[in-house]
């Protein structure tokens, strides 16, 4: 593991039990899902419009006044940030689809940002929810430019890690749309350049469409008021960039946190499936903006463990997340922004040095002694856990 775990460990049959009382929260909640989340969804929808017109209109008209030109960027930003994170994200995980609304459907939505919506359906509605901080599984640890974990083995190029968060951060659509082409595999040799350049098209294509319509269309058609257009329509994407990557982050890779060997999967049933989303996700603390503001991603272990039911009602759920988790001895990693945010940034320090064999090699004992714990299942059994997990 990445971290010494706080919480209980649990045998074969208590992760069951664990995980059949989550199932049936589920089921509870998805009962419940009706006209208040749809009202809420076209809310959001509407709010995403109508603030990005009011703020481009701000820009192309009185841009040059400094008041204006700040109140309508940071506006825009806020946009920005909601249409990705309350909205597209949400949309694209299926949240929506029961509404049968063609403009809220999860498979062909296409969010306001670089990454391609089907890319973003694979890497992380598919790889990442299935296979939640498994090592050498998911291609969120790290993004294969970044070490967070003492297991990831070390590697020169680590040294830069800070830096490298803050190139990532500020860049964040854009290094989101070059997460599928895997290229840390092309400098392994584990993959060729013709096999980039197979998955490139479709990538650059939502690149220049992005590109053209905050860098060369809004700017053009605002005449007079270009620099100002330009500028607001660059900082936004920059405001969004940072705020995305700041609550991803504090959502995986908080002090709490913890990393998983590929042995996990092996016989994986649905309990153990819920424990580890419990495990390797972080909530944060706040009131309805920070929930709005963060695609309600402010419940990651939530997220984790419901990816299909609407954001909204991650807060009701995550009371009696709570109790379940205090009934079997489950720690519950949350924490405010600022003090999750701080060990994120402790473990991007850490994990540029070196970390030394009693630690690490301690660390994968304790997960294969949890792993000889649990009681096989059997293939059949396991596959149909596993078709159950993707669904």
């Not at 709010?47 to 008041?67: D, K, N, Q």
């Not at 990557?245 to 504090?250: A, R, T, V």
């Not at 990693?333 to 003090?339: A, E, I």
């Amino acid at each position: 593991m990445g971290t010494i775990s706080k919480s209980r460990e649990l045998s074969y049959d208590e992760i069951q039990a664990f995980g059949a009382e989550l199932d049936t929260l589920r089921k509870e909640t998805i009962a419940k899902l009706g006209k208040e989340d749809a009202d809420y969804i076209y809310k959001i929808r509407n709010f995403v419009r109508y603030s990005e017109i009011g703020s481009r209109a701000a820009l192309m008209t009185l841009g040059w006044l400094p008041p204006v030109w700040l109140a309508a960027t940071a506006t825009l930003g806020v946009s920005k940030i909601v249409e990705n994170m309350e909205l597209g994200h949400n949309v694209m995980h299926g949240q929506y689809d029961w509404m049968n609304e063609p403009s809220l459907r999860g498979s062909s939505y296409e969010w306001d940002t670089v990454c391609t919506a089907d890319n973003w359906r694979h890497t992380h509605n598919y790889m990442h929810h299935t296979y939640t901080n498994v090592d050498g599984v998911d291609h969120d640890i790290g993004y294969g430019v970044l070490r967070i974990f003492p297991e990831q083995k070390w590697e020169p190029r680590f040294l830069a890690n800070p830096l490298m968060a803050a190139i990532l951060a500020v860049t964040f659509e854009w290094t989101l749309s070059l997460q599928s082409l895997e290229l840390e595999k092309v400098m392994a040799g584990e993959k060729t350049w013709a096999d980039v350049r197979k998955q490139l098209p479709p990538i650059f294509a939502k690149m220049r469409k992005q590109f053209a319509k905050d860098y060369v269309f809004f700017p053009l058609i605002a005449g007079p008021m270009f620099l100002p257009v330009i500028a607001g329509n660059f900082t936004a994407n920059l405001i969004r960039n940072v705020w995305a990557f700041s609550i991803i982050f504090c959502g995986h890779f908080t002090e709490d946190a913890e990393m998983f060997p590929k042995e996990v999967l092996e016989n994986e049933t649905r309990g153990h499936w819920y424990l580890r989303q419990l495990r390797g996700s972080s909530n944060l603390t706040g009131g309805t903006v920070m929930h709005i503001m963060s695609g309600n991603l402010s419940h990651q272990i939530e997220h984790h463990m419901f990816p299909d039911i609407p954001g909204m009602r991650y807060a009701e759920m995550s009371v009696k997340v709570r109790e379940i988790c205090e009934k079997y001895g489950q720690h519950y990693n949350t924490g405010s922004f600022r003090k999750q945010f701080t060990t994120v940034w402790g473990r991007i320090f850490k994990g540029a040095l070196p970390t030394f064999g009693q630690k690490v090699q301690a660390s994968a004992e304790t997960a294969v002694a949890r792993l000889a714990e649990v009681v096989p299942v059997s293939i059949p059994a396991r596959r149909k856990s596993r078709e159950a997990i993707a669904a």
